[in-house]
């Protein structure tokens, strides 16, 4: 039976950190604040993330500026988050196989810079410092001080825990309420939620969350896989991946792609990723993906050749034609506001959108420019 609660200030549409992220700061700038979620907290596109909070793949830009807001944002969260959270400003190290990839990581590095980006030019003698279970015969690479991880099924957890939010999980949305174009709230089969504002951080499933607002928002599913070890000695000690990696976040093929992402964990299990296609929301295993991987983490780790893997896991990434997140109000439907299509990116970009939001929602000053984010560049895309 469907029950009529109090209004809430706003209603946010997903339980994942972007949407748990969003709460939180709305909840600071003095906003009641309900979370509704089809399923449990994390159970989209966040539970299958490494939890990676990277500078180091981003040129020069919007999104590059987001992640630096929220590198200072996530600094600040783990100060006030339960150590289950388990942040780690562990460093990336990004390498290169020979001296033309390497002089193409200096001029990725020297544009990022003028942004505020931390980086230091590694020598191929110092990498087996930093690292010393690297692969012999790398040319070099850089080590980016700024990069970090959390545990992201619980830091979502954990900010929605501190948000103070009404959570209301395993309700899926079934109605937009509008009046007169604009948002009056949600319903739920169980609920009906009357609020002034919506917030769409639904993640891969937004743009279904758009059409029942009657508009559209091109987001689309890239699948991705990762591989988990069985536990280790720190045999890896930072975020560790070769410079393709960078070629193929920016890419928009749909093609299987891979490169090694490889990085330890505090419970002892490495973490191998990544892949990224465009299959629509295909969970099929993909044998041919596990196996690149797996042949590239042992190439950058030779010491991993050996070691089981005991299971993987894989999800689908939010993806947006321009690989640039929609953040804020859409214009074709007063009351309504986006967070979403980070991509791969989301939990390091979750802090920093959450503020974005609730400045729009508070009418306060923005914390950035929200321009490059707003919804409105799609106002023209067909629905997906």
């Not at 003698?125 to 001080?145: K, M, N, S, T, V």
């Not at 609920?191 to 969350?209: C, E, F």
């Not at 070769?242 to 299987?256: E, H, K, T």
Request: charged letters at 15%.
């Amino acid at each position: 039976m469907s029950q009529t609660h109090s209004s809430p200030d706003v209603v946010i549409i997903g339980a994942g950190v972007v949407g748990a992220a969003c709460a939180y700061y709305a909840a600071r700038s003095g906003l009641s604040v309900a979370v509704v979620d089809r399923g449990p907290v994390a159970g989209g596109t966040t539970g299958a993330g490494e939890g990676n909070l990277l500078v180091s793949d981003k040129e020069a830009g919007p999104e590059l500026d987001l992640a630096l807001l929220s590198t200072g944002l996530w600094r600040e969260l783990a100060a006030v988050l339960p150590p289950e959270a388990e942040y780690e400003a562990k460093g990336g190290l990004v390498v290169a196989p020979d001296e033309s990839t390497l002089k193409a990581l200096r001029v990725f590095a020297d544009g990022q810079r003028a942004s505020g980006v931390l980086s230091t030019e590694i020598g191929p003698d110092a990498l087996r410092e930093l690292e010393p279970h690297l692969a012999p015969g790398l040319a070099g690479g850089f080590h980016y001080p700024q990069d970090a991880q959390v545990q992201p099924a619980q830091a979502a957890a954990r900010l929605l825990a501190a948000s103070g939010a009404a959570l209301h999980l395993g309700e899926e949305v079934t109605e937009i309420l509008l009046t007169d174009g604009t948002v009056r709230g949600v319903r739920t089969p169980r609920r009906t939620l009357h609020a002034p504002a919506v917030v769409n951080a639904a993640g891969t499933w937004a743009g279904q969350v758009a059409a029942l607002a009657g508009t559209t928002l091109p987001v689309l599913p890239r699948r991705g896989f990762v591989l988990v070890t069985e536990p280790l000695p720190r045999v890896v000690r930072h975020k560790v991946y070769a410079a393709d990696y960078i070629a193929d976040v920016a890419s928009g093929s749909a093609a299987l792609q891979s490169s090694a992402v490889v990085e330890g964990t505090p419970a002892g299990p490495v973490l191998i990723g990544a892949t990224r296609e465009r299959v629509g929301f295909d969970r099929g295993l993909s044998t041919e993906a596990l196996r690149r991987l797996a042949a590239q983490a042992a190439a950058l780790f030779p010491v991993l050749a050996g070691v089981r893997v005991l299971r993987t896991y894989h999800g689908f990434r939010p993806y947006l034609p321009d690989h640039l997140p929609a953040i804020g109000p859409d214009p074709r439907v007063p009351g309504l506001l986006h967070a979403c299509g980070h991509e791969g990116a989301g939990i390091g970009l979750a802090p920093a959108t959450g503020l974005l939001i609730a400045a729009t929602l508070a009418a306060s000053t923005p914390p950035l420019n929200p321009t490059p984010f707003h919804p409105n560049r799609f106002a023209d895309a067909p629905a997906p």
